[in-house]
């Protein structure tokens, strides 16, 4: 049976070697490699070639220089086709929301047993599922509940008033997403960070419900802002 490819990334050492030596321990996972933040995650991807890449990957979400939620907003555009797991200690309300936003596909607490982990990648490659801890899972649905009468008053808003809600310089950039450009181009020509793109993108994508560039480009074009 050909192993489960994944990688780890958590900026504690001996959290990712325990993960990397459990989760291998006599199971059809291979751990390919592992990284201590965002930003060691983008640049080891960078250097592997396409057919050597992770299906999965184990992320933390607090982490310094770069953050798991920012670090999955950037990797699902570069590759959409790997599935982020979010392995964290945290289960505040926001960073779930945050991480569904960012592109995440599941999300569990680190006290999650290694066979709950282990079953939680193959449900997700094989079944379609989307892992969640029971208390996340809970959460999340009260969450929804709680967020479903504000969801469709904005359905029904007009679309002069949906495109209220972003600022200028959030105009500026998805106009720039709608012409093609990447973060680095539209840093460029805006004169701002590539990070302060990401942070103004992310906005964007909370403001109008979508969690992809694709189908911010698609509400852009189907209300015609631009």
């Known amino acids: 049976m050909k192993k489960i490819s994944i990688a780890i990334v958590d900026d504690k050492r001996l959290l990712r070697n325990t993960l990397t030596e459990q989760i291998q321990y006599n199971q059809p996972i291979e751990v390919l490699f592992t990284a201590e933040n965002g930003i060691d995650f983008l640049q080891q991807m960078e250097k592997r070639p396409k057919n050597s890449q992770p299906l999965v990957v184990l992320m933390d979400i607090e982490m310094p220089e770069m953050d798991g939620i920012e670090t999955v907003l950037i990797a699902k555009e570069i ?40 079953s939680s990648i193959s ?23 709680f967020s479903e009468k504000s969801f469709q008053k904005t359905e029904n808003e007009s679309e002069s008033d949906v495109i209220e809600y972003l600022t200028s310089r959030e105009r500026d950039i998805l106009q720039e997403i709608v012409s093609g450009l990447n973060y680095k181009e539209i840093a460029d020509k805006l004169f701002i960070s590539p990070h302060t793109v990401r942070k103004h993108i992310a906005n964007i994508y909370e403001k109008l419900h979508v969690s992809n560039k694709t189908a911010a480009i698609k509400i852009a074009l189907k209300k015609k802002w631009f």
Do not use: N
Not at 127 to 141: Q, Y
């Open 79 to 118: 590759y959409p086709d790997i599935q982020f797991l979010m392995l964290t200690a945290f289960s505040e309300d926001e960073k779930i929301f945050d991480a569904v936003k960012a592109g995440a596909s599941g999300y569990l607490l680190k006290d999650e047993s290694i066979a709950k982990i282990i």
């Open 123 to 145: 449900e997700l490659l094989y079944e379609g599922s989307v892992p969640m801890s029971p208390i996340v899972a809970k959460r999340t649905l009260e969450m929804l509940k």
